[in-house]
């Protein structure tokens, strides 16, 4: 927990990032209100490291459900 609140506080020293606390009904609204923006960052070469081309049809499910 220490190395979290170094962190935060060296990121507020030094403007990077600012903490702003969200009840969940003004974090909600952010999302509903917010764009959609599709392969942010996903291009060829990201596809080709994973093993997959781009633009194909994938099937994502999680391996954590406790079976």
């Known amino acids: ?3 979290l609140r170094e962190y935060l506080k060296t990121a507020q020293a030094s403007n990077v990032a600012t903490v702003q606390k969200l009840t969940s009904d003004q974090a909600l609204k952010l999302v509903q209100d917010g764009g959609v923006e599709d392969h942010i960052g996903f291009d060829a070469a990201e596809a080709g490291r994973l093993g997959l081309m781009l633009g ?6 999680p391996t954590d ?3």
């Open 1 to 3: 927990m220490t190395r």
């Open 56 to 61: 194909q049809t994938v099937g994502i499910a």
């Open 65 to 67: 459900t406790g079976k």
